[in-house]
């Protein structure tokens, strides 16, 4: 079957910096996302990986392992508006997400 | 604001009520799709349309009727929902490159739906 695992719940401090990770078992592989779900909204874009490699974006990176089914979000100079859940997803060889069930994020003074 | 509405913002209804889901995007895009998000869970995938055509339907329950009359509107009608079915239903659309599909989804803020 197809498996996308990230952590439940995370916390860390304001201004440190974090990594949630994701691990993904797909039926191909093409492409991989991150999405930002604050409480009571709509998931919104964060980044997205195809290639080995870090991608970064301003405070957040994305970084991806195919070999290894593995991904990383990182996320530097931490704000308290960055409290939110961060979903995985990867676009397997029919081109359908499948999504992880998320990282509650909670970032604390 | 993200360019895809949806309406109600939240809705309670009995289980023997008839309801109905809209959703409209603003984008331009082709694609559309209806996602269940239930506490704790990954987003569940229950139909997608591309070019007005339905190409997806992962064993939703017929409780759940999908249409799509044009490429900017979505309606996902429901009849006689169980208590189970108490979840946020998110709508999103895409723009599709003829079979592939790597751009990203562009989500709306989503219906709470209660049955009780």
């Known amino acids: 079957g197809q498996n996308i695992d990230q952590p439940t719940e995370m916390t860390a401090t304001e201004g440190a910096i974090v990594q949630i990770n994701c691990t993904y078992q797909?039926?191909?592989?093409?492409?991989l996302f991150w999405y930002q779900q604050h409480a009571g909204e709509a998931p919104t874009f964060l980044s997205y990986?195809?290639l080995d490699g870090l991608e970064e974006k301003g405070r957040f990176s994305s970084f991806l392992s195919r070999s290894k089914g593995y991904s990383y979000l990182l996320l530097k100079e931490l704000q308290m508006k960055d409290s939110a859940s961060y979903l995985c997803?990867?676009?397997?060889?029919?081109?359908?997400?499948?999504w992880g069930a998320g990282t509650k994020l909670i970032i604390k003074p | 604001e993200t360019g895809v509405t949806q309406t109600p913002r939240h809705l309670v209804m009995g289980m023997t009520n008839k309801k109905s889901l809209k959703c409209e995007q603003h984008?331009?895009?082709?694609?559309m799709y209806w996602y269940k998000q239930s506490a704790k869970k990954p987003l569940e995938l229950m139909f997608v349309?591309?070019?007005?055509?339905?190409?997806e339907n992962n064993s939703v329950p017929s409780r759940f009727s999908p249409e799509c009359p044009n490429s900017s509107h979505l309606f996902l009608h429901l009849h006689t929902l169980q208590p189970e079915d108490s979840a946020l239903y998110l709508c999103?659309?895409?723009?599709?490159?003829?079979?592939?599909?790597?751009?990203?989804?562009?989500f709306g803020p989503g219906t709470r739906l209660t049955v009780l």
């Open positions: 999103a659309s895409s723009q599709v490159e003829r079979e592939t599909n790597v751009d990203e989804q562009f």
């Open positions: 984008l331009g895009h082709n694609a």
């Open positions: 349309y591309n070019f007005k055509e339905q190409t």
């Open positions: 797909t039926s191909g592989f093409n492409g």
């Open positions: 990986n195809v």
């Open positions: 997803a990867v676009s397997d060889s029919n081109y359908q997400l499948i």
